[in-house]
């Protein structure tokens, strides 16, 4: 069974609610297997694939809500995790490292302008379509985070390194 991890944008932050119990239940009603949710945050590991965009109009249509979702194979998470440009800080303050998966792909001069941003050390690298932040002060510290938006970035959505790491150990367990 092929498994996908399933990362919903915006999910229960800013108003935007979906209770994980009823996520799992939509997404066992599309036909996907043995689906488990992280946190309540908008994370979805399942046995089968389906497109964004069928994961996207069920979210709608169960919840009202309209949200991105990004889904990538355990390969594909295996090289998220590889391409890590901040290994050190991941490992010794993963709540500080942020992975943004991208929609689609990163914007024209969206590294460039997150670097003006930048305050107090913070640090961004794209590698492969993925934006790896370092926020040494935390994310609701960073001058990077306050003001960067989809507009500059592009569509994605962010998860910590333990997020990330728990993601990968969930998609590989049977």
Request: charged fraction near 25%.
């Amino acid at each position: 069974m092929t498994h996908r991890i399933i990362l919903f944008r915006g999910m229960n932050t800013g108003g935007v609610r979906a209770p994980v119990g009823e996520q799992r239940k939509m997404a066992e009603a599309m036909g996907l297997k043995n689906p488990r949710t992280l946190a309540a945050s908008g994370n979805l590991v399942v046995e089968s694939g389906k497109a964004a965009e069928a994961l996207e109009a069920a979210m709608e249509k169960t919840f009202g809500l309209k949200v991105a979702a990004m889904v990538r194979t355990p390969d594909q998470w295996a090289k998220l995790i590889a391409a890590n440009p901040f290994p050190k800080e991941a490992a010794s303050h993963p709540a500080k490292v942020i992975a943004m998966v991208m929609k689609e792909e990163i914007k024209d001069g969206a590294v460039e302008a997150c670097r003006a941003l930048a305050e107090g050390g913070e640090a961004v690298e794209a590698v492969d379509g993925v934006l790896y932040f370092w926020f040494p002060n935390g994310q609701g510290e960073s001058g990077i985070f306050k003001k960067a938006t989809p507009r500059m970035l592009g569509m994605g959505t962010g998860r910590n390194w333990n997020t990330v790491l728990k993601l990968a150990e969930m998609a590989s367990a049977a």
